[in-house]
């Protein structure tokens, strides 16, 4: 099926009981036995397994074209889940430019446990060869980057990674399944904020993992998921299989007004540099469009001065919402760096930009407006 039938139909049947078209939200906690012991409806207890959440994973499976899914309360649990996965000793390869909490689990959290890991740039090949090694278990590969939006050619890293016998993590939220599918391109796992492109509506918070095969390494993933607990409620479930529905038609929209935007601020006097793989200037344009079929939302530009020029800017927005996120029907702003704290490699001088579904005229004028001062 094409991938707006599967966003519609997977993982979604009439309700049995009642004929529903829309799957009930079952909050229930717990499962009536059977008088032997048994669970005939193969419910036990929602931490472990719940009608909704299983209706969501069977859906996020289809559209990555994976084996298995499984969802979390976040993506931040969603990610912690693949790194906690591994063992002792394990090393792990970070790219240099990613989301700064991606980093700060391997560093502040999982190395105290003994898990080694290096940050490399994974736009440069030769980089991440000369770090792999015999122990290395797991790369994990964001593009494009947050929040320069950096290329990482996804199959030549996954050719890489089976040299040593690593496993490629792809996070794929930015892109979406809509906009890249990276189990196809030779990774092994797929993670997803659901919170951004898959919500879209700046009202659920969710994660999730979507893997190529149910291998040992699923079945510790899941482990971890089941008895770690960070699990989704019923209803956020719910309500981000009712979202998903919508993905395909919201996802070529974003991408489109980040297009114009994007081209609107590539020659304004104001802006040192827009960060954009849709600009045939951007350094991983041939890669992106090799392997995206769209080229998202999401876009970063540099404003000419230091934070203040930035701050500034974002200060003067009339219509774009100053918030952190992306991927909601409305646009946002904000001044990276300043998110990030005081140890951030993020330009001081640079706005990140989720572009919403608003007219794109509408949006490239505040832009106009704010830089004009």
Known sequence: MHIETLAIHAGREPDPATGAVMSPIVLSTTFERAADGSFPSGYVYTRSENPNRAALETCLARLEGGDAAAAFASGQAATHAVL???????????????????RGLAMDV?????????????????????????????????????????????????????????????DNTWPSPLGQQPLALGADLVMHSTTKYLGGHSDILGGAVITRTKDEFWAALTKVQVTGGATPSPFDCWLLLRSISTLPYRVRAHSANAQAVAE????????????????????GHAVAARQMSLFGGMLSVQIRGAAAAAMAVAG????????????????????????????????QNLL???VGLEHPDDLTADLAQALEG
């Open 352 to 354: 990140r930009v989720s």
């Open 84 to 102: 906690q996965s591994l063992a002792t000793g394990d090393h792990v390869l970070l790219p240099a430019d990613s989301y700064w909490a991606t």
């Open 316 to 347: 003067r927005v009339q219509l774009f919402t100053r918030a952190t996120s992306l991927g909601s029907v409305e646009s946002l702003i904000e001044h990276r760096a300043s998110i990030e704290g005081p140890h951030t490699a993020t330009p």
């Open 264 to 283: 609107f601020l590539h020659d304004r006097p104001q802006v040192e540099a827009v960060h954009y793989p849709g600009l045939p200037d951007h350094p």
């Open 110 to 170: 999982l190395a105290r446990w003994g898990l080694a890991y290096s940050v490399v740039d994974m736009t440069d090949l030769d980089q991440v060869a000369a770090h792999l090694r015999p122990t290395t278990r797991l790369i994990w590969v964001e593009t494009p980057s947050n929040p320069l939006l950096r290329i990482t050619d996804i199959a030549a890293v996954a050719d890489l990674a089976r040299t040593v016998g690593a496993r490629l993590v792809v």
